[in-house]
């Protein structure tokens, strides 16, 4: 009993790991039907800030800046050449994820680093271990975060109008250009802050990003595009998922498990959990 | 005021203007009208740069913008209402408005302006936009075109599959518009609105213009036969 109900906190985490990494991708693949593989280098980077720096909290908003950094650069210098061209950002931004990572094995060697947990994270309450707890806490604070922005700030209500309709949001005076860079920079910089948030629970290598984005596309795509409701619940299922079927199975069989999962769910819900519904889209 | 010169443009590989050239004066009303297909909205598309130009040039106040974002555009003083009453479905009647009032860096006070034009919106400012009837949605998209202060306005098909008492409000509406001075490049497809509305005509084929003039030198008949299948 014990063990099953201890995979709820690993489960949890996992999927607000999964969430922070997904909330960019949807609203990039949303907003400008970008595929972008290189976000799990962003991950990837974020883990490493939170190494080279040594200090949880200082790391969060350093990584944030680096990865949303990188994320701008990659957008203008590449992507936005190819918005609406989803197989060749996916084949594009493949390369570069190819590229950072073999920057970051000549930066820190192949061999996986360790990030020392602070010593106020160890230890827990329960079932529910504090360095767990604070992964979940990130996550809601980064959804908070994105909903004020979304809903409560004039980019933010931008954001949502150039999703809905970029066309209308170009005629109605809105400079779509800045508000992709911007949706880039946010969506990459909360990929950094998963990164950091990864560092609590294993390991960092340069492939560190590669094991969580295929998962976090499939968040994308069961939660819907660019929605936020959707990538929320689809994050925890997923996550939860994922934890209980490695604990039942093994972690290769877990994959397939997933995968199943989410194809069959896709077969009865091809849109994802929620869509965008209007009488001008119907 | 705005002056298309030699406008060509298309979809990828497949051009679809060939060449379009026409003038709109100030506090002018230019109709263009043509059969479905012939590019019509893809020529507005390409006024108000959504589509890029392939050639040829269009000016607005003297000025060469074809090389201008759309935004940029706007905050020249061209509006677009493209066609099919389109809106943000999401946000409210007011959030709309809202969105359009500030991304064009106009005061709050050119929404009333624009309800005093569509006084049917007040009462739904607070509905979701996309729970409206497409009449409504046409008369929020033109609100919204408002609110920006144009100097042009340029509409696509606003009566197109509209119920019957809201065309006569959105010709009304046109119509006070026009007479306040602003000018208004129109494409209708109903020939009695666009004969009671018009000072001038521009008649598409086949992606080119194959007839233009003032509303007293074309009469009824003649647009009749240009435009008949
Ligand atoms: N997005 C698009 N991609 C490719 N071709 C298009 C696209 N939109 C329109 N076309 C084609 O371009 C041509 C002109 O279309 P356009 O929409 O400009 O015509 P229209 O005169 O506005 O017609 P309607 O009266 O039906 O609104 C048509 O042959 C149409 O099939
Ligand atoms: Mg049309």
Same mark, same amino acid.
């Given at each position: 009993?014990?063990?099953?109900?201890?995979?709820?906190?690993?489960?949890?985490?996992?999927?607000?790991?999964?969430?922070?990494?997904?909330?960019?991708?949807?609203?990039?693949?949303?907003?400008?039907?970008?595929?972008?593989?290189?976000?799990?280098?962003?991950?990837?980077?974020?883990?490493?800030?939170?190494?080279?720096?040594?200090?949880?909290?200082?790391?969060?908003?350093?990584?944030?800046?680096?990865?949303?950094?990188?994320?701008?650069?990659?957008?203008?210098?590449?992507?936005?050449?190819?918005?609406?061209?989803?197989?060749?950002?996916?084949?594009?931004?493949?390369?570069?994820?190819?590229?950072?990572?073999?920057?970051?094995?000549?930066?820190?060697?192949?061999?996986?680093?360790?990030?020392?947990?602070?010593?106020?994270?160890?230890?827990?309450?329960?079932?529910?271990?504090?360095?767990?707890?604070?992964?979940?806490?990130?996550?809601?604070?980064?959804?908070?975060?994105?909903?004020?922005?979304?809903?409560?700030?004039?980019?933010?209500?931008?954001?949502?109008?150039?999703?809905?309709?970029?066309?209308?949001?170009?005629?109605?005076?809105?400079?779509?250009?800045?508000?992709?860079?911007?949706?880039?920079?946010?969506?990459?910089? %909360?990929?950094? +802050? $998963? @990164?950091?948030?990864?560092? &609590?629970? *294993?390991? /960092?290598?340069? !492939?560190?990003?590669?094991?969580?984005?295929?998962?976090?596309? %499939?968040?994308? +795509? $069961? @939660?819907?595009?660019?929605? &936020?409701? *959707?990538? /929320?619940?689809? !994050?925890?299922?997923?996550?939860?998922?994922?934890?209980?079927?490695?604990?039942?199975?093994?972690?290769?069989?877990?994959?397939?498990?997933?995968?199943?999962?989410?194809?069959?769910?896709?077969?009865?819900?091809?849109?994802?959990?929620?869509?965008?519904?209007?009488?001008?889209?119907? | 005021?705005?002056?298309?010169?030699?406008?060509?443009?298309?979809?990828?590989?497949?051009?679809?203007?060939?060449?379009?050239?026409?003038?709109?004066?100030?506090?002018?009303?230019?109709?263009?009208?043509?059969?479905?297909?012939?590019?019509?909205?893809?020529?507005?598309?390409?006024?108000?740069?959504?589509?890029?130009?392939?050639?040829?040039?269009?000016?607005?106040?003297?000025?060469?913008?074809?090389?201008?974002?759309?935004?940029?555009?706007?905050?020249?003083?061209?509006?677009?209402?493209?066609?099919?009453?389109?809106?943000?479905?999401?946000?409210?009647?007011?959030?709309?408005?809202?969105?359009?009032?500030?991304?064009?860096?106009?005061?709050?006070?050119?929404?009333?302006?624009?309800?005093?034009?569509?006084?049917?919106?007040?009462?739904?400012?607070?509905?979701?936009?996309?729970?409206?009837?497409?009449?409504?949605?046409?008369?929020?998209?033109?609100?919204?075109?408002?609110?920006?202060?144009?100097?042009?306005?340029?509409?696509?098909?606003?009566?197109?599959?509209?119920?019957?008492?809201?065309?006569?409000?959105?010709?009304?509406?046109?119509?006070?518009?026009?007479?306040?001075?602003?000018?208004?490049?129109?494409?209708?497809?109903?020939?009695?609105?666009?004969?009671?509305?018009?000072?001038?005509?521009?008649?598409?084929?086949?992606?080119?213009?194959?007839?233009?003039?003032?509303?007293?030198?074309?009469?009824?008949?003649?647009?009749?036969?240009?435009?008949?299948?």
């Amino acid at each position: 009993m014990p063990a099953f109900l201890n995979q709820l906190p690993i489960g949890l985490s996992i999927g607000a790991v999964l969430l922070l990494i997904a909330l960019g991708l949807t609203f990039t693949f949303g907003q400008m039907g970008v595929i972008n593989m290189a976000h799990g280098e962003f991950i990837m980077a974020g883990a490493y800030t939170a190494f080279l720096l040594g200090d949880l909290l200082a790391a969060l908003p350093v990584a944030f800046l680096v990865a949303g950094v990188m994320g701008l650069v990659l957008e203008r210098a590449a992507i936005r050449h190819f918005y609406r061209r989803p197989l060749d950002t996916l084949l594009l931004t493949w390369g570069v994820s190819l590229v950072l990572q073999q920057l970051a094995r000549d930066l820190f060697g192949a061999p996986n680093v360790q990030v020392p947990a602070p010593s106020w994270l160890a230890g827990g309450v329960g079932i529910l271990p504090y360095n767990r707890l604070f992964i979940m806490g990130l996550a809601v604070a980064g959804v908070v975060a994105v909903w004020v922005y979304l809903t409560r700030t004039k980019l933010g209500r931008r954001t949502q109008a150039v999703v809905q309709n970029r066309q209308l949001a170009a005629t109605s005076g809105i400079d779509t250009g800045r508000v992709d860079m911007l949706t880039f920079f946010i969506g990459s910089g %909360l990929a950094g +802050v $998963a @990164g950091v948030a990864l560092t &609590l629970i *294993g390991p /960092v290598g340069p !492939a560190l990003g590669t094991y969580y984005i295929v998962d976090a596309f %499939l968040v994308v +795509v $069961a @939660g819907g595009l660019g929605q &936020l409701r *959707g990538a /929320v619940l689809a !994050a925890i299922a997923l996550g939860l998922l994922n934890s209980y079927a490695e604990f039942w199975s093994d972690a290769s069989l877990a994959k397939v498990i997933v995968f199943a999962v989410v194809i069959a769910f896709l077969q009865v819900r091809p849109q994802g959990l929620f869509v965008l519904r209007s009488r001008v889209l119907t | 005021m705005l002056s298309v010169t030699g406008l060509e443009s298309g979809y990828g590989r497949a051009r679809v203007l060939f060449g379009v050239s026409l003038e709109v004066e100030p506090g002018q009303l230019v109709c263009v009208m043509g059969r479905n297909g012939v590019g019509k909205t893809t020529l507005l598309n390409t006024v108000i740069g959504v589509l890029p130009a392939t050639a040829g040039t269009v000016t607005f106040d003297g000025r060469d913008i074809t090389r201008l974002k759309p935004h940029e555009r706007v905050r020249l003083g061209m509006a677009y209402v493209p066609q099919g009453h389109q809106c943000f479905p999401t946000l409210s009647v007011l959030g709309n408005l809202l969105i359009t009032v500030e991304a064009a860096k106009q005061p709050r006070a050119a929404i009333d302006a624009a309800l005093e034009v569509f006084p049917a919106l007040r009462p739904l400012l607070k509905r979701s936009a996309g729970h409206l009837s497409g009449g409504q949605q046409q008369q929020l998209a033109m609100a919204r075109a408002l609110v920006t202060k144009p100097r042009l306005l340029i509409l696509d098909e606003p009566t197109e599959g509209i119920q019957p008492s809201i065309v006569l409000e959105i010709e009304a509406a046109i119509q006070r518009l026009h007479a306040a001075g602003l000018a208004v490049l129109l494409v209708e497809q109903y020939l009695d609105i666009a004969l009671r509305l018009a000072d001038r005509f521009v008649i598409l084929d086949g992606g080119q213009v194959v007839r233009t003039g003032a509303a007293e030198e074309l009469h009824g008949e003649e647009v009749r036969r240009l435009l008949a299948v």
